[in-house]
Each structure stands twice: as C-alpha cells, then as structure tokens.
T-cell receptor, first 113, second 117 residues
Framework: SQTIHQWPATLVQPVGSPLSLECTVE??????LYWYRQAAGRGLQLLFY??????ISSEVPQNLSASRPQDRQFILSSKKLLLSDSGFYLC????????????FGDGTRLSIL | AQTVTQSQPEMSVQEAETVTLSCTYD???????LFWYKQPPSRQMILVIR??????QNATENRFSVNFQKAAKSFSLKISDSQLGDTAMYFC??????????????FGSGTQLTVLP
C-alpha cells in the first residue's frame, strides 16, 4: 500500500533562517506531488505541484521554492523565512494515471519567531 | 478559473442526529470530480467521499452521503447518526478531468462541524 511521510512534524525557526521540509512517498511510481499551506482557521492554498522529477510548477509567488530530486521525494525550501511563512504545511500525492483523490501527509506546523 | 464556496463557517449538531454541509462550485467544464475531506484536530486531511461528475447516482460511504446537483453546481454532504469523532473541519474540493494537467484540487474555505454530546 502507498504511504506518505512528511517531516518534521513541528518546527520553530527565527525570521531570516533557512527552511527545508521533506516529503516522501512509498508504494507508487511517478506520483503527482503537491505542497499546500494552511493558515490558522483557513482553507488550503496550493503552493507547488510536480508531475515528475525536476518539474515544478508554482501557484503563488513567494520566497519559498520546491524541488523534486527523486521520483518520490518532494522538498519545500526557503533561503530566508518571513513571519508570514508561519502556518501548517501539507504534502500530498496523487496517482497521475487515474482520477484518484489526493492523499495527504500528517503536516508540518511551522512557527516563525 | 474554478471556485468552491462553503457558506457555513461553523455548524453544530447533537450526537446521533443528521447534519448537512453545503458546498457550491463554479466551472464551465463538464467533466470533473468532487470530494469531501475531513480535518480533525490532529490536522490530518482525510478523504471522506468522492463523486464523479458523470455519475448521476449520489455517492455514499457508510454514514456519509452526498447530494450532487450538477445543474445547480451543488455538492452537499450529509452525515447521519453523527458521532463525537465526526467533529472536524470539513473541506469541499474540486478537480478537473483534463489531460495534461496535474489535476490540481481547488478547496473551499471549510466548515467547522462540532458534534455535541
């Protein structure tokens, strides 16, 4: 069966520090991968998605970036975090061949001080 | 562009009763999928139910069922025999069936459901 792992679960970082959140998927090949952000009490905002290695599409211009160095690995990064980057970050995957729903990781709660 | 609207930010229901959460969407396309996701306090995003737009029959999953009205672009979720564990934020979501896309989900803003003992 397919599983998705996302870490860390919680992160507290100072303003201006770098960021790296990692997401890996097991049990499937060539998944579509997604990064979402959820501000407190709000809905989900799609940040990035990827349909293959090295293929990244950005939905929202910001100081975040994403990379997909391997088929089942998706990384969210920043060189310098802003206070506005605080939130709950969710990674998700979907099967590109069918129209299956997206499956989400457990999320990372990011607090910027 | 597609939009999803959930007009009820908060709802409550007594345990064992039935509640309906509303969702409307806007699209000019005819082929799409609709989903309801549940996000409990743990903040995990859990799929509740899925509906294919080409199917007229409403989807059901145990105590969860939908009322899909394609002409009205309405997709409500009915929870029967509500349980305390149903307390969560519920998100309606939409995805186009179009080739060549990453099939991005568009989410509504969510409805916080509280089941009261």
């Amino acid at each position: 069966s397919q599983t998705i792992h996302q870490w860390p679960a919680t992160l507290v970082q100072p303003v201006g520090s770098p960021l790296s959140l990692e997401c890996t998927v097991e049990g499937t090949s060539n998944p579509n991968l997604y990064w979402y952000r959820q501000a407190a009490g709000r809905g989900l905002q799609l940040l990035f998605y990827s349909v293959g290695i090295g293929q990244i599409s950005s939905e929202v211009p910001q100081n975040l970036s994403a990379s997909r160095p391997q088929d089942r690995q998706f990384i969210l990064s920043s060189k310098k975090l802003l206070l506005s980057d605080s939130g709950f970050y969710l990674c998700a995957w979907s099967d590109p061949r069918g129209f299956q729903p997206q499956h989400f990781g457990d999320g990372t709660r990011l607090s910027i001080l | 562009a597609q939009t999803v609207t959930q007009s009820q930010p908060e709802m409550s229901v007594q345990e064992a009763e039935t509640v309906t959460l509303s969702c409307t969407y806007d699209t000019s396309e005819s082929n799409y999928y609709l989903f309801w996701y549940k996000q409990p306090p743990s903040r995990q995003m859990i799929l509740v139910i899925r509906q294919e737009a080409y199917k007229q029959q409403n989807a059901t999953e145990n105590r969860f069922s939908v009322n899909f009205q394609k002409a009205a672009k309405s997709f409500s979720l009915k929870i029967s025999d509500s349980q305390l564990g149903d307390t969560a934020m519920y998100f309606c979501a939409f995805i186009l069936v179009s080739s060549g896309s990453a099939r991005q989900l568009t989410f509504g803003s969510g409805t916080q459901l509280t089941v009261l003992p």
